[in-house]
């Protein structure tokens, strides 16, 4: 046995352990008991190290073309994962302990996405923040238009600390963004451990509940992007834990000051986020007023916090960010449409599992399917578990009622229009769900004592699965790893070579340029060539109505005149393969997930043979061509 790290010595424990938990007391703000740490962390850490050294050799693979890259993925994540699960569900480890373990869990995963590519970005939210992050840089000024998301630059919460970053070190914005969201995903953790145990009083639940937060499909990408989103999550925890901070008695007031500091910085960071915290916030007043109706006293009331956040959200969405209702109705328009047209027998069910023309392995959707069922029955144990408890710790009420919409949004995924608002919602309702498992998961191993290891690597494997599966279902199987260089098929990663051409642009056209381009390089010549292109529904006109025509006629013209548009970037990459998004262009072009053959080649270069149009430049994969003639 050794001793605690000095950075974790000497610091007082404020809370009572639930009873029956003897595996770490619950405790104040970081506020780590000197009691001894097991050596075994040291082993966990060097496993779960090698297994982020696999995922980034199987990146490697990917981009190498070898069939081996996916069997490394799955051996590295195992490796990241098995351990970690394996302590946690354990009696053994004390407080200070789980704490390391599920911070070394939640930097693990984020380094399992950095290795994706550490250099360029990956992800399309990635490239509209990037945009912003060079337009505060180059303009020095805010809300400048994002021709990728103008919602984005209204929320420049992200923006301005990266951007700060970057002019403090000088590091280019890609890497500084690492920075923030890899700090992010830390202050996520944290803020999950200590809200977890301040809600349950058990130090057991709060480290499981880090571990299956894990389980949350976007943990591994999404939310580990370069994106608001992944900065204003770790914000929100933040504040609930704060909140719950405050109800304790003694507390200091003070804390109401950073909570509310903290509400206002996650109201102008990202929308969504600050919906979810306002709604919470005024849930959470509702049941204390309840509460306080029948007997209850002492309790802190949120109901000033919460009327804070929707003034400050109020006053943003007036003032700022006048954009996001017409950008969220369009997701909520969707989902609408997608479910009257499967309940009007309009169009089909969605195909699981499928992304382009690729389907995932049967053990992988094997692997999700289960995960979902130990989800569910995890949920109603823990339901169970929480309800019998309820007078014991009243607090846990709150992640239960968040946990019970999971099972609810499922269906949406079977929905095409409506998939997205249902995988949206996952790591919000996670929130709630992972404390409600963890419970499930800490009882589960209680009731199973008599067996010593053999019930802890029960509940271990149990709660792995749970993790593995949600990665299964989180990323398309076809995009899951980097893309094979040289390209096979038409790209889902921009190339290298596509860089170049952004870059050209930028230096040799000037910045601001309107351009038409398929979906990939638009990001990439908003992003690395700081160009203009179209963004159709501000410009009346979309490029494919530009590029998907077989020749250069009145309609065309008329769609170039009407978008302004001086430049066009060809791709003949199309040729070679149907996009795994299904579309080239946009979601609204024709026969959008549902091609059938690749576009032509002889419709991609069709401004070879215009007259008036003229090539500038040309790498053999992509040709940028003035065409401000015409107009």
Known sequence: MTRAPRLLRGFRRSAPATAGDTSGQAAGPLSIPPAPISRLLGAVALVMAAGVLLVALADAAARRGESSSHTLFWVGLVLVVAPPAARLCSPSPGRSERLWLAVMFGLGMYLAKVTYNPVHLSFSDEFVHVRSVQDDLLNGRLFSFNPLLPEAARYPGLGDITGGLVRLTGLPVSTAGLLVIGSARLVLVLAIFLLAERLSGSARVAGLACLLYGANPNFLYWSAQFSYESLALPLVVFTLYLIARRSAPGSSPRISLLAAASILAVVITHHLSSYFLATVLVVWSVVVLWRRRRGAVGEYSPHRLAALALIAIGVWLSAVAT???????????????????????????????????????????????????????????????????????????????????????????????AAETANRSTEFLFLGLAAVLATSAVTLRARGRRHGWAATAGVAVLAAIVVLGGVAVSWQYSERLPETSPVRGAPYELSAQAISADQWAAQNLGRGRRFASDFLNHLGLAAYGEERPLYAPLDGVSAWQIMLPSHVEAAVGAALREGGVEYVLAERSLSEGIPASGFYYDKGEPEAGRQKRPMPLAVIGKFDHTVGASRLYDNGKEQIYSVGALR
Request: hydrophobic letters at 55%.
């Open 323 to 417: 954009v996001t209702g017409q950008y969220l109705g369009s997701i909520a328009s969707s989902t609408g449409q997608g479910l009257f047209n499967v309940i009007t027998g309009a169009s089909a069910t969605r195909t699981l599992f499928k992304s382009g023309t690729q389907v995932a392995p049967a053990w992988e959707r094997a692997l999700s399917i289960a995960a979902v069922l130990l989800t569910l029955a995890g949920l109603a144990f823990g339901a169970y578990v929480i309800w019998r408890r309820r007078r014991e710790r009243a607090l846990m009420f709150a992640p239960l009622v968040l946990a019970v919409a999971y099972p609810l949004l499922l269906p949406l995924r079977f929905i095409g229009g």
